[in-house]
């Protein structure tokens, strides 16, 4: 009996070996990284093309690290640890695409009452404890913050630890839902099909949420979809054990930073 395992549509199939324990992506492709997973069984890898590959780094903006906003030091450890991955997809030759809330007036018009309620719970119940200086999506957040998550404003701004190690190849997508992917209207999904990428390495804030968010949605529509742990947090307890699970068992696969700056291209 072969040990091969193949599926999916003929463009775009996965190919499994039993011997090896390893996913191969993408097929024929002459340039492919393999890299370790990290969460589910023990001593599985996947192999992934450099030049169908993308890096999405999701909403890591003031708003969401920086002090004066939120209190996030899980968000902020994954900041070291993804500057070191974005200089090896650098090295890689792999996209690096900035993925970030930037509202506009239009977006106000047509936002979900549940998307609006998410950032509006410190004003609906009154609550004295962890006051945030916003008052929702579109509020004017004071000083020369902005309003909160509009695009060209201080806090929705890059990061500066990270904003320092932009370049002009980056591409920058703006996003207007939790999810940067939930519909063709979105100018992530639109920069990946253009570009040609199949396979998304995915970092950011916050994990169970927007990260976690995106994710679902490639998945859904096809795309490979890759989670680097340690790049990767959130403020909420315990999520990031459940949407690792989940992430190995259903969605696709999760490593971390060092099993992909130590990969090797095969």
């Known amino acids: 009996m072969s040990s091969d395992i193949s599926f999916g549509p003929p463009a775009q199939q996965w190919h499994y070996s039993k011997s090896t324990k390893t996913y191969d992506l993408v097929g ?22 450099l030049e169908l590959t993308a890096l999405v780094i999701v909403d890591m903006q003031n708003f969401f690290l920086d002090a004066k906003c939120i209190n996030h030091p899980n968000g902020l450890k994954a900041v070291e640890p993804t500057i070191k991955v974005i200089e090896k997809c650098r090295e890689l030759g792999i996209q690096v695409i900035w993925l970030n ?3 506009t007036d239009h977006d106000m018009t047509t936002l979900p009452a549940a998307v609006q309620h998410g950032f509006m719970k410190n004003i609906i119940h009154e609550t004295t404890a962890s006051i945030q200086p916003w008052k929702g999506l579109g509020s004017e957040m004071g000083g ?37 992917l939930w519909t063709p209207d979105q100018p992530l999904w639109k920069t990946l099909k253009e570009q040609k990428k199949t396979t998304v390495l ?35 307890v315990g999520a990031r054990e459940v949407t690792l699970l989940n992430v190995a068992s259903c969605y696709g696969f999760v490593t971390d930073s060092e099993s992909l700056i130590t990969a090797k291209v095969v």
Not at 28 to 47: H, R, W, Y
Not at 204 to 220: E, K, S
Request: negative net charge.
């Open 28 to 49: 024929g492709s002459t340039q492919k990284l393999k890299v370790l997973t990290t969460e589910g069984p023990d001593g599985v890898s996947f192999t992934i093309s």
């Open 101 to 103: 809330w930037g509202l």
């Open 202 to 236: 995915f970092a950011g804030v916050n994990t169970d949420q927007c990260v976690l968010g995106t994710f679902v949605d490639g998945y859904n529509a096809g795309w490979n979809c890759i989670m680097i742990d340690d790049c990767c947090g959130t403020t909420t």
């Open 144 to 180: 020369s913050m902005g309003r909160c998550l509009f695009a060209d404003t201080w806090n929705a701004d890059i990061y500066p630890p990270l904003k320092k190690h932009v370049q002009p190849s980056d591409l920058h997508c703006a996003k207007n839902r939790m999810s940067g």
